[in-house]
């Protein structure tokens, strides 16, 4: 049974910084493509931040340059390192991880979300 953990969410004052980590916890065989959303009420979750097995990152306009993801294969953690906040970074921020176990095959997994709240 997957199950992924998300930690680092709080409040920080505008120009700070978080980092948040997902980590996963189950008999898994591989994590193809990890990525961190976003959310705020009334919008959809956008994307953040995702990276591949393969090492290759992409990032949104808003947090490229701001924001670093990266992963610790031997811990099986997903981190966001996010950088000069602003407000508008405020959210409830998401893990969602494709992984393939057996017998389920690949699935894509989320974690129960962090709050991030940033502070003018």
């Known amino acids: 049974h997957v199950q992924l953990e998300e930690s680092g969410g709080g409040l920080v004052q505008a120009g700070g910084s978080l980092t948040l980590s997902c980590a996963v916890s189950?008999?898994?065989?591989?994590?193809?493509?990890m990525g961190w959303y976003r959310q705020v009420p009334g919008k959809q979750r956008e994307l953040v931040a995702q990276?591949?097995?393969?090492?290759?990152?992409t990032y949104s306009d808003s947090a490229r340059g701001r924001f670093t993801i990266s992963r610790d294969n031997a811990k099986n953690t997903l981190y966001l390192q996010m950088n000069s906040l602003k407000p508008e970074d405020a959210a409830v921020y998401y893990c969602?991880?494709?992984?393939?176990?057996?017998?389920?095959?690949?699935?894509?997994?989320w974690g129960q979300g962090t709050q991030v709240t940033v502070s003018s």
């Open positions: 969602k991880q494709n992984i393939y176990t057996f017998p389920e095959g690949s699935k894509d997994y």
């Open positions: 189950g008999r898994i065989f591989t994590i193809n493509v």
């Open positions: 990276t591949t097995s393969g090492g290759s990152s």
